[in-house]
Nanobody
Framework: VQLQASGGGLVQAGGSLRLSCAAS????????MSWFRQAPGKQRELVAV???????MYASSVKGRFTISRDNAKNTVNLQMNNLKPEDTGVYYC????????????WGQGTQVTVSS
């Protein structure tokens, strides 16, 4: 299974971007699908996560501005980012968890988001 992320770019503060992530390879049913980000010199942090049943959690810093969505049939997860701020700058990674006796984490390759002030 491979995750392919896309949609990053350079945007001015207040602008919007939409990130997409698609899984390819074996046909699997993921449990949680999420987005993380990592700013220069900082640890990777959770941005948003959505369970297979539709439960959602956002980091407090993005609540009200970002929206996560997923298509279970297509194994895709998206992140709509509105009202972007310079502090949203970083590399964004999609993540998917395959549940089982030993959960398996899959990561996308990362996509750069840069928000200029």
């Amino acid at each position: 299974v491979q995750l392919q992320a896309s949609g990053g770019g350079l945007v001015q503060a207040g602008g919007s971007l939409r990130l997409s992530c698609a899984a390819s390879g074996s046909r699997v049913s993921f449990n949680g699908m999420s987005w993380f980000r990592q700013a220069p010199g900082k640890q990777r942090e959770l941005v948003a996560v959505m369970s297979r049943s539709g439960n959602i959690m956002y980091a407090s810093s993005v609540k009200g501005r970002f929206t996560i969505s997923r298509d279970n049939a297509k194994n895709t997860v998206n992140l709509q980012m509105n009202n972007l701020k310079p502090e949203d700058t970083g590399v964004y990674y999609c993540n998917a968890v395959l549940s089982g006796s030993t959960p398996v984490n899959y990561w996308g390759q990362g996509t750069q988001v840069t928000v200029s002030s």
